[in-house]
């Protein structure tokens, strides 16, 4: 049976990519929804790249739902200087035509999980998690009704990449990330420690390419263009796909090792804001509440999202 899904995110070239392995694979993956928040562009562009991603990939069915328009308590920081203005630069696509939904995402996620039945529900949040912790918080009693949250944010060993200490999407929404991190909801996180090693080597997007299709040819101009600003950073020889990671782990858990540990969000110290402090070696008594990944095959990881693009 599919795994029932709502994806909350802020695409994002990356965040595209995820969304087009999730509607890829629908013997695995039933997409009730998509949630859009403010993050790496503004709400207008997100909501709006969400419906140009199901129109890319022949899905107009899925509903799209804008949410949060800004974090639960400080001003709004965005990605531009990564994802570009539009936040899905690289490729010309056209205007949506599909409508956007009249609802509030908040209210959608809450509406899902009242009528769906209990544990049968995966949030996948691929952003800031304000929309998810927006919903906890007026609605408390669906927080027990969620099957397990798969996010992609944090950072431990990789530390931060908006900040020192700070991954972009805890960054933007740290207050979010403390109320959904302590929520009690099993948590896997695919931290900055699993993404980064998931590069855009030559071969794996000469691959993607050779594929031929519309879709293909969205993910290899996306990748172009993203990855000039991650390969300058780091110095590596490609950008990692953050966001796919998380829809892989549904598709292919073992291609993925981490550790079950306490994880907590450090919204107080300017120097520190946005921290995901993770106690890898065990060394407080704090309970734990995340399934922290660690590692990841990342010939499988691009092996599998090869073969699934093809199918679009």
Request: with cysteine; hydrophobic share 45%; aromatic share 6%.
């Amino acid at each position: 049976m599919a795994t029932k899904i709502i994806i909350d995110t802020d695409p994002g070239q990356d965040d595209a990519v995820a969304i087009l392995l999730a509607l890829a694979s629908p013997k695995e993956i039933e997409v009730l929804g998509i949630t859009a928040v403010a993050g790496n562009v503004p709400l207008a562009l997100t909501q709006k790249n969400a419906r140009i991603i199901c129109e890319l990939a022949g899905r107009t069915d899925i509903p799209v739902f804008a949410g949060c328009d800004r974090p639960m308590i400080h001003p709004l920081v965005t990605a531009e200087h990564v994802h570009g203005k539009t936040g899905l630069d690289g490729i010309a696509l056209p205007e949506p035509t599909m409508p956007l939904q009249d609802r509030h995402a908040v209210d959608f996620i809450i509406d899902t999980l009242r009528a769906e039945p209990s544990g049968t529900v995966t949030l996948c949040p691929l952003g800031p998690l304000t929309n998810i912790a927006t919903a906890f918080a007026k609605a408390p009693e669906i927080i027990a009704r969620v099957q397990q949250i798969i996010l992609m944010g944090g950072a431990y060993f990789e530390v931060g990449n908006i900040t020192p200490a700070a991954e972009f999407n805890i960054y933007v929404d740290p207050e979010a990330a403390k109320i959904v991190f302590q929520s009690g909801v099993p948590l896997v996180v695919m931290p900055l420690d699993v993404t980064h090693k998931v590069l855009t080597t030559r071969p794996r997007i000469d691959a993607i390419r050779a594929i031929g299709s519309p879709v293909a040819h969205a993910v290899v101009s996306w990748t172009d263009f993203f990855e000039r600003f991650d390969m300058a950073k780091y110095g590596a020889e490609g950008a990692p796909l953050h966001d796919p990671c998380v829809i892989a782990y549904l598709l292919a858990p073992d291609l993925f090792s981490g550790r079950h540990i306490n994880v907590e969000i450090e919204t107080g110290s300017p120097l520190t804001r946005g921290m995901t402090v993770a106690d890898w070696w065990g060394v407080t008594t704090r309970p734990k509440n995340a399934t922290f990944m660690g590692d990841v095959d990342a010939a499988g990881f691009y092996e599998l999202l090869t073969a699934r693009l093809a199918q679009i």
